[in-house]
């Protein structure tokens, strides 16, 4: 893929991207998500967790912090400096502590323990935008109204010449135009096991990636 992406119209961007996630099913037939947790609850908590931290930390965090708080109640009436000191290796954990104890008395509230189904409803929840949405509804209800775009897949619609979009948002948008819905869920993760495996944001040799003939160079 040589041509710049604004080049390149939707029909022939929907066959690239077609052939992309043929050839990555074939490399990672079991990708899926890599976070640890045991319940709807502990999910959001953990993509929450997820910000700007690596899944791998994460789950070292969650082994414990599930084990100290294992209901949502305990969370509700969590205190914020001790939450803080449980889940400050995952970086900014004073915003992420003030959002996920404010997301466990809306779920408990507002949504009576449950977490929501549709869309609309879990944007409500603090510390929630589109990706942790996307990741929590189609992994904890099977619900795909969206693609997530987690730092994989933002680099790599790039890498790909999909788009030149930088923010999340738009590259969703862009993502659900071109990709069949049936491939929305697993998208991210397939890009997510290619990025960690192959084409890491760190230099490398091009010539070895599997897919390096799929890639756009300026």
């Not at 119209?9 to 640890?36: C, D, W, Y």
């Not at 969206?146 to 862009?174: C, M, N, Q, S, Y």
């Amino acid at each position: 893929m040589k041509r710049h992406p604004t080049q390149i119209n939707v029909t022939v961007l929907r066959r690239h991207v077609r052939g992309i996630l043929q050839k990555l099913k074939k490399l990672f037939p079991e990708a899926s998500m890599f976070l640890r947790y045991s319940n709807d609850w502990e999910l959001l908590v953990a993509v929450e967790l997820s910000a700007q931290c690596t899944d791998k930390k994460v789950n070292e965090i969650t082994e414990a912090l599930f084990k100290k708080y294992p209901t949502l109640d305990d969370y509700v009436h969590a205190k914020s400096e001790e939450f803080e000191h449980d889940i400050f290796q995952s970086g900014f954990y004073r915003n992420k502590t003030k959002n996920i104890l404010a997301a466990a008395k809306m779920v408990k509230y507002t949504f009576h323990g449950k977490i929501p189904k549709t869309m609309e409803e879990i944007l409500l929840i603090p510390g929630v935008a589109r990706k942790t949405a996307n990741v929590v509804l189609g992994n904890a209800h099977g619900v795909v109204e969206g693609i997530a775009v987690d730092t994989h897949v933002k680099r790599l619609v790039k890498v790909f010449g999909l788009t030149e979009e930088t923010d999340p948002v738009r590259i969703e948008r862009i993502l659900m135009e071109i990709t069949p819905k049936k491939d929305w869920f697993q998208l991210t993760y397939l890009f997510i096991e290619y990025g960690r495996t192959y084409c890491t944001a760190r230099g490398h040799d091009k010539t070895k990636c599997p897919l390096g003939h799929y890639q756009w160079e300026k």
